[in-house]
């Protein structure tokens, strides 16, 4: 038999019943909304000027379980490689790729809104896909591929390049 959780409204009913005191829902509401009423004021009292802008994030790669991070945070706060300067971000992104094999080709779709296609490149090193570009937004990835291929035709349509790899014989 499984156990479906207990609802507030049933807990509230059973501790009425044992005779605790019942919390009351109008004071734990405005505690909330007086330290969203301060975060707000704090916000509005900051000097743009005097604030430094903080980026930071973590690029997580699924097929070889690489983390990396990027970003910068004010001097003294520095845990993701940054600096207190600017945002220290790697020159080219790696764009999100998915790879799909089919019985006579390997299928490579890679997400790269921003890129000019008149500025790709492609290339294959042994078994591994080079895709490079520049636009608005510079890319650049290594794309393991999972057989040996042969032929290479692509398309860039709306920010989305699919490659088609044919299967060496």
């Not at 001097?75 to 790697?90: L, Q």
């Not at 510079?138 to 291929?149: S, T």
């Amino acid at each position: 038999m499984s156990r479906r959780p207990i609802s507030l409204s049933r807990r509230m009913a059973d501790r009425a019943r044992e005779g605790a005191p019942q919390p009351d829902p109008v004071a734990s509401l405005s505690g909330i909304l007086e330290g969203l009423q301060g975060l707000v004021e704090g916000l509005k009292s900051a000097d743009p000027a005097e604030t430094p802008r903080m980026v930071v994030g973590w690029s997580v790669r699924t097929l070889d379980g690489a983390v990396s991070s990027f970003g910068n945070l004010p001097a003294g706060a520095k845990a993701a490689g940054g600096t207190a300067t600017g945002p220290t971000m790697p020159e080219a992104r790696a764009p999100l790729v998915d790879i799909f094999e089919e019985p006579e080709a390997i299928l490579v779709v890679a997400e790269v809104p921003g890129l000019d296609p008149a500025q790709l490149r492609l290339s294959l090193e042994g078994q591994t896909l080079l895709i490079e570009g520049g636009g608005r937004v510079a890319y650049r990835r290594e794309v393991p591929l999972p057989g040996p291929v042969g032929a290479m035709t692509h398309a860039c349509r709306n920010g989305i390049l699919e490659i088609r790899l044919e299967r060496a014989a």
